[in-house]
């Protein structure tokens, strides 16, 4: 498999921005960009073969530059949320930004999908690998400990995209790393993904405050909840309860949990499909939890990729990771990396067709 390489931009501070574009040659094409190690497009056929962009995004760097919806962007250093927008760590307190009220979110203002990343292209009969890699410097946005991170996204001929990442520090930090794509099988951008059938493999689930923390409580187990995904569930069944954990969070925003001690082991997490289309991805992911987020920020008034507002719940994204506020959490698996060690995650979407839903008019 070949690599296509393009530019798409300068920075304000003059940084070339590269886009890589993945084709697998059976239909699924993967366009990404150096900035913010972002994933800019994915390209699937739907059950009778026509092509449609399943994820949203910018048409332009400027976009990316100044506004700061992590459209398909590497979040780190800590992705999801840090309570009071600190921890202690060896004894020591580390105060960070205080950008989603009074806590710290993805890392903060200028997180790591803020940087041009350095990339490189592995080609394969197979498979194709865009490697990009960061070096987050010492008290970057707070945290301590200088951290090296590499990001390496291989699309294969299995119509598989496999998000590996690695880590390493010269000091204790913490580390939670995701991609935040969203997704709207549809290929109509722009539409709600009410009619998405989504499955979570998943029996428990962190119950959230006003501030979408988890509480002191969780977990708690789905069964009988408006949480409960464990049955393919259309998901417009679910956002719409006038239940308290969606009307505090405006929608779905909450971690599940895949593996309560982080045992590395490569599990399916969660299925979506769109019936009409015969869409479908698979998620399989070595992190503890995914966290779901049906977009409930998005107000449709914001201009996206070839013109297209989209409005709140237009979209979804799986966020493979640790649990929010872990650092402030004994409990929770650790998030913590000692220089002597290594952090990896590994995280598959697979793309498929279900021809069984197909009502393409």
Excluded at 34 to 50: M, Q, R, S, Y
Excluded at 203 to 227: H, K, R, S, W
Excluded at 288 to 304: D, E, R, S, V, W
Aim: glycine share 8%.
């Amino acid at each position: 498999m070949k690599v296509a390489i393009d530019s798409f931009g300068i920075t304000p501070s003059g940084e070339i921005v590269e886009k890589y574009t993945l084709d697998n040659e059976r239909g699924i094409t993967v366009e990404l960009i150096t900035f913010g190690a972002t994933i800019l497009k994915i390209t699937t056929p739907d059950c009778v073969g026509n092509m449609g962009d399943i994820t949203i995004g910018f048409d332009s760097l400027e976009d990316y530059v100044t506004r700061n919806h992590h459209f398909g962007s590497i979040v780190g250093r800590y992705a999801n949320r840090i309570e009071g927008a600190s921890f202690r760590l060896g004894g020591v307190t580390y105060s960070l930004e205080q950008n989603d009220g009074r806590n710290n979110i993805h890392g903060g203002s200028r997180g790591f999908d803020k940087y041009v990343w350095n990339a490189h292209v592995i080609e394969n009969d197979d498979s194709a690998t865009v490697v990009m890699q960061h070096i987050s410097p010492n008290g970057d946005m707070g945290f301590p400990g200088t951290l090296s991170v590499q990001v390496a996204y291989t699309l294969d001929t299995m119509d598989t995209l496999t998000i590996d990442y690695s880590a390493f520090t010269d000091a204790p930090t913490v580390i939670n790393l995701t991609n935040h794509t969203y997704f709207n099988l549809s290929g109509k951008i722009g539409s709600k993904i009410s009619e998405h059938i989504l499955t979570v493999h998943a029996e428990d689930y962190l119950p959230i405050n006003e501030e979408c923390i988890p509480i002191p409580e969780a977990p708690q187990c789905v069964e009988g909840t408006v949480m409960d995904f464990t049955l393919p569930t259309v998901i417009g069944n679910r956002l719409y309860k006038k239940d308290p954990q969606l009307i505090s969070a405006g929608g779905f925003d909450h971690t599940y949990v895949l593996s309560k001690d982080h045992d590395n082991i490569v599990r399916l997490a969660a299925m979506l499909t769109h019936p009409d289309t015969g869409r479908s991805i698979s998620i399989a992911t070595s992190e503890p939890g995914i966290h779901i987020y049906t977009a409930n920020k998005l107000n449709g008034n914001t201009t996206y990729r070839d013109g297209i507002t989209v409005p709140r719940h237009g979209a979804i994204s799986f966020e493979t990771q640790h649990f929010p506020n872990s650092p402030n959490r004994p409990d929770f698996p650790s998030t913590v990396l000692m220089p002597e060690h290594t952090y990896t995650q590994k995280t598959k979407f697979t793309f498929n067709k279900v021809i069984t839903t197909c009502n393409v008019k």
